[in-house]
């Protein structure tokens, strides 16, 4: 006796067996129980979702004449009558398929227009089924509108399609529209057990849920590659087996090597490749592992309440709920795209295992933590430029050394304190390709003057303007134009350090930037602390990402000995595994050993606070420059004017 595949022995006859695709039996269904049925049908979808059995289905419950021979229209064909047994086996005289893919000429659909002149001979209406109807061409399309749009009352059209955009729209027009969509994982999941059931095929169900996703969606697909497995396996369905099978990675693999991204552990990263390597698993495979185990993970970290309750029979998800615990949600999220973009690069390098370890150690290089060392090994440009014999401004005055600053900002200090109303002088500032000079402001102060304020001492003191000379030279260059003229028309202001005559007061000027409310705060009992323990935590990067955010937005509003009371203003920063790393941070720093976050108006903390100091410092800033008497006398004189945004503080 012959063998006939699952695919086709485990077929639904009926609409009660068809899984997946509720929504069109549903229709279907109240169409065919209230007799409002449509003369065309179309049919659409990916291949294996039931296209073809739903014409079947359908043709058995317009001709179905019951087990007593006196059935009518039904929407639960009894599949004992003549009729329905004779759709099943294929040999219906008014069930007729045309496969459009070989059929797809003006002369194969005349020649099937042509009996829908006659009569049903046995059933009650005439049924013509189209498959891949797309692939006919356009003068079969026209040669079959008329008769699609008006046909008999005995004739019922039914078209299938896997591209429902190459059919016309004066087909579709004509037709009733259903499309069925393919099957999650877990829908083709349930059939199968049932199937192996029935079969006693012995079955691993981690073997199932590899099938059930290889299959993409397709029924059809997931029943052929069960048998195909249970050939391999000798009639049992193992995982092992199956894994060798599909050629798909073990997700331990993908566990370990996410566990080690997330740990920042780039050796553990190179090994599992070279494993991998050697046991010749595919590169694209990994990667595509690891984007669905990267999307669960990101919907456990979005969702924490799906995380605790994960599927106990799925060892997969205790292992996924872990991993999305241990990386931050951003991480996540970034390790998401390079693993969808990485495989689109593994074709354009020379080996796919070097391109895998490339796109695995690239989630390293962005950390956050990684970008922040980076940042502080800077060596500031001023301390390369500055002239020997120039006193360190920041210790005569006892202020903060000034933060670096970019390249055409660099200061120039003057070796004697200029006299009052001496004109502006070009000093070089470096040597690059073409010269670069300064304008040097004088510096109204002596030694024996009182000190200028700290934030007037950190401020810079030139503007760096490249200038073009030699056959590089430009008449048009700004520079070239204020060598020439000695005022500019326009003057483009950068810091400009300037310190005020003695008893000297600076009264702000109208065009002060406005403070932005998120640097408006009201100082409460625990704000400095809070505000002094969030700079330690930062500064020592202690905390990073969203536990730094987390930290930045909230205020302090109770303490104890050993607990912290705090409140956000959003409840997407209060994560379970950012405030638990926190609590974590603050423990290590000799805080507190709990912490508690509330939901409610956050008046002062230390985000505020940096908004607040940083508004101020602009507001020093633009006061120093617009007081400044050369300033004033290019605005009053020459009709300058400062560009906008143009001033910040150092």
């Known amino acids: 006796m012959s063998y006939l595949v699952l695919a086709r022995k485990y077929r639904p006859r009926n609409f009660t067996e068809m899984v997946g695709q509720e929504h069109v039996v549903q229709a279907l269904t109240n169409a065919l129980t209230q007799q409002r049925l449509h003369h065309a049908y179309l049919f659409t979808g990916t291949r294996g979702v039931g296209k073809t059995t739903v014409s079947r289905i359908l043709a058995k419950s317009l001709n179905c004449q019951g087990a007593d021979g006196q059935g009518g229209i039904t929407a639960t064909p009894c599949g004992v009558c003549a009729a329905c047994t004779d759709i099943d086996s294929g040999r219906f005289p008014d069930y007729t398929e045309l496969d459009a893919a070989s059929n797809r000429g003006v002369d194969e659909v005349q020649s099937l227009l042509e009996q829908a002149v006659y009569k049903p001979v046995q059933g009650r209406f005439k049924v013509f089924m189209i498959d891949e109807v797309h ?12 008769t699609l749009e008006e046909p008999p009352d005995y004739l019922k059209f039914v078209l299938a399609t896997t591209d429902p955009q190459k059919v016309p729209v ?11 969509r393919p099957m999650a994982p877990e829908t083709v999941l349930g059939h199968l057990t049932q199937v192996l059931a029935a079969e006693n095929v012995p079955a691993e169900p981690q073997a199932l849920r590899l099938l059930s996703r290889a299959a993409r969606g397709s029924m059809r697909d997931a029943l052929s590659l069960t048998d195909q497995a249970i050939a391999f396996g000798s009639g049992q369905l193992q995982e092992a087996a199956v894994r ?22 780039g050796k553990t990263v190179v090994e599992a490749s070279d494993t991998l390597r050697m046991n010749g698993l595919s590169a694209a495979s990994t990667l595509e592992e690891m984007s669905a185990v990267l999307q669960r993970m990101a919907v456990f970290q979005a969702v924490p309440e799906m995380a605790g309750a994960v599927d106990a029979d799925d060892p997969e998800a205790a292992d996924t709920a872990r991993l999305a615990a241990l990386m931050p949600a951003d991480e996540t999220q970034l390790l998401y795209s390079l693993c969808l973009h990485g495989r689109g690069e593994l074709g354009l390098a020379p080996d796919e295992y070097a391109a895998l370890t490339m796109v695995l150690l690239r989630l390293l290089a962005f950390k956050p933590q990684n970008a922040t060392a980076e940042k502080k090994t800077l060596t500031r440009p001023e301390a390369a430029h500055r002239a020997p014999e120039s006193p360190p401004r920041a210790a005569a005055s006892g202020a903060t050394p000034p933060v670096a600053t970019p390249p055409q900002m660099q200061r120039q200090e003057a070796s004697a304190p200029p006299v009052l109303g001496e004109k502006r ?38 503007t760096a303007l490249p200038v073009c000379s030699g056959e590089n030279f430009d008449e048009k260059h700004p520079a070239a134009q204020l060598q020439k003229s000695q005022a500019a028309p326009e003057f483009v202001a950068m810091p400009v350090r300037m310190a005020p005559e003695p008893g000297a007061r600076l009264q702000p000027h109208a ?21 002094s323990t969030v700079q330690q935590l930062v500064a020592g990067e202690a905390i990073t990402a969203l536990v730094r955010e987390l930290a930045l937005q909230s205020q302090l509003v109770a303490r104890d000995a050993g607990h912290w009371l705090l409140r956000v203003e959003r409840e997407s920063l209060n994560q379970p595994q950012a405030r638990e790393r926190l609590r974590a941070a603050l423990e290590a720093a000799g805080h507190a050993s709990q912490i508690s976050v509330e939901l409610g108006v956050v008046i002062d903390s230390p985000a505020r606070r940096n908004a607040a100091a940083a508004a101020e410092r602009q507001r020093v800033a633009e006061d120093i420059v617009m007081n400044d008497p050369y300033v004033q006398s290019l605005v009053r004189d020459y009709g300058a004017k400062i560009v906008p945004g143009s001033i910040k503080p150092a």
Not at 135 to 146: E, G, S
Not at 171 to 180: A, K, M, P
Not at 249 to 261: E, G, K, P
Request: charged share 15%; hydrophobic share 45%.
């Open 425 to 462: 002088m070009l000093a070089p500032a470096r040597q690059e390709q073409s010269a670069t000079y300064s304008i040097v402001d004088p510096v109204v102060q002596s030694p024996q003057s009182p000190q200028a304020p700290a934030a007037v001492a950190a401020m810079p003191m030139a």
């Open 244 to 265: 060798q099978m599909l050629g798909t990675v073990d997700r331990s693999y993908v566990f370990r090597l996410i566990d080690a991204l997330a740990q920042g552990d």
């Open 135 to 146: 692939m006919l061409t356009n003068t079969a399309f026209n040669a079959m509108l008329k």
């Open 170 to 180: 004066t087909v579709l027009s004509r037709c009733l529209q259903f499309n069925l």
């Open 511 to 531: 065009h002060s930037t406005p403070v932005p409310a998120s640097a408006r705060y009201t100082a409460t009992e625990e704000g400095d602390v809070w505000h």
